[in-house]
């Protein structure tokens, strides 16, 4: 099926860094939505976004809706060691909208070196 | 407090048993989803269903099945058909209508080992 791609796979980073992970696809999508996974637990979510170009934080997070509709993009600012874990990309396309499926991204695996 | 629950957390079958894993929301919504993911692997759409008493395979429905009886309720057998089912499965649900419909709530997953 439709899948997105996200990058970079994997990230090893000192705690204090900023991180910047991504996800592109060749559809057009009318929602984008950022995901966190602990190990062994369900993906939490982060961010919705539902508008091109909207910017959206929370807390030390912020994510963008890119302006094509085709691409977004997450940053973490100043890494801490319970940022660890698999950052997923989820995205509705406008021909799902009818059925809410989502199309995920491989996932980013995030550690964080203290 | 409002959420998915999914039980139980892990669950461990013979080879050949069918095994149902259950998933129950009290978030009122009308959409819920059954994925399965394998180590390091995204995750793949099993089943999901959009209102009571009807329900549309996903990109990986072989091998498994789905009843939504209950609005609250969505549970995902695993039958014997199912070639390789060890694996993490997580249940999600989702609002219809406004701009929201879309995001979807995962609950905490039940790691099956099939021996």
């Known amino acids: 099926g439709q899948q997105l791609n996200q990058s970079p796979q994997s990230m090893f980073i000192q705690e204090g860094e900023d991180v910047s992970m991504n996800c592109t696809s060749s559809?057009?999508?009318?929602?984008w939505l950022w995901y966190k996974q602990d190990p062994g637990e369900g993906p939490v979510l982060l961010i919705a976004?539902?508008?091109?170009?909207e910017l959206t934080s929370n807390g030390r997070l912020t994510a963008q809706f890119g302006i094509t509709r085709k691409d977004s993009f997450l940053n973490i600012s100043a890494s801490i060691p319970s940022d660890v874990g698999i950052y997923f990309c989820a995205g509705a396309t406008v021909g799902s909208s009818n059925t809410g499926k989502l199309i995920f991204g491989q996932g980013t695996t995030l550690q964080v070196k203290p | 407090d409002g959420g998915i629950t999914q039980s139980p957390k892990y669950l461990f079958r013979k080879e050949g048993q069918n095994v149902t894993l259950s998933c129950e929301q009290n978030?009122?919504?009308?959409?819920m989803y059954w994925y399965r993911q394998d180590p390091g692997q995204g995750l793949r759409l099993i089943y999901y269903s959009q209102i009571v008493n009807d329900f549309q395979k996903g990109d990986i429905a072989e091998g498994y099945s789905v009843s939504r009886e209950k609005k609250e309720s969505f549970p995902l057998t695993v039958t014997s058909a199912q070639k390789n089912p060890t694996a993490f499965y997580l249940c999600a649900s989702s609002p219809r209508g406004a701009e929201s419909t879309d995001t979807q709530y995962f609950g905490p997953g039940t790691r099956l080992t099939v021996l």
């Open positions: 976004l539902y508008k091109a170009g």
């Open positions: 978030l009122n919504h009308d959409a």
């Open positions: 559809s057009i999508f009318n929602t």
